[in-house]
């Protein structure tokens, strides 16, 4: 039985480019998002019991945030003529450091869109703000895992 299924696995075409499956939707939520506070104005920030500088935060973390992912998620592999120029990857670090930048920027945010919810307890966070809990963890797990994740 061990040997059948080890066998189906090893047919399994391999996808080293999954992370690109949480990505692109977390990029499209929060460009989506950003852009939809364009412009920011003191009013819409107010309707939310927020300063305007705080709104300004939120919504230029938003676009930039969607940026950083894709920019991040682009620097993954130094081009080979480069590669063989400088004999190490030099581009690499810098596509880990916008997608974890990027993930953090993007949680932090999460976390005080959910706080501004002013939930009675966790477990209603987790039951009835999906959406947000989807975001937050989709941003941790940039922050946590860069683009070491496949």
Known sequence: ???TVRSIISKLPEFC???WLIRLP???VFLQQGFMKLPV???EAASYDLSY???WFVTYGEILGGIGLI????????PAFM??????NIVEPYGDFFTRFSGIVLCCIMTG????GEPASIMDVIMYDNLHVFLWVGALFFALRGNRAS
Do not use: D
């Open 1 to 3: 039985m061990e040997r």
């Open 113 to 116: 869109v959910i706080w501004i």
């Open 26 to 28: 977390l990029i499209v």
């Open 71 to 78: 920019v991040g998620g682009l620097l993954w592999k130094t």
């Open 17 to 19: 480019q999954s992370h």
């Open 83 to 88: 590669h063989y120029a400088m004999g190490h």
């Open 41 to 43: 104005s003191a009013e």
């Open 53 to 55: 500088l705080v709104w």
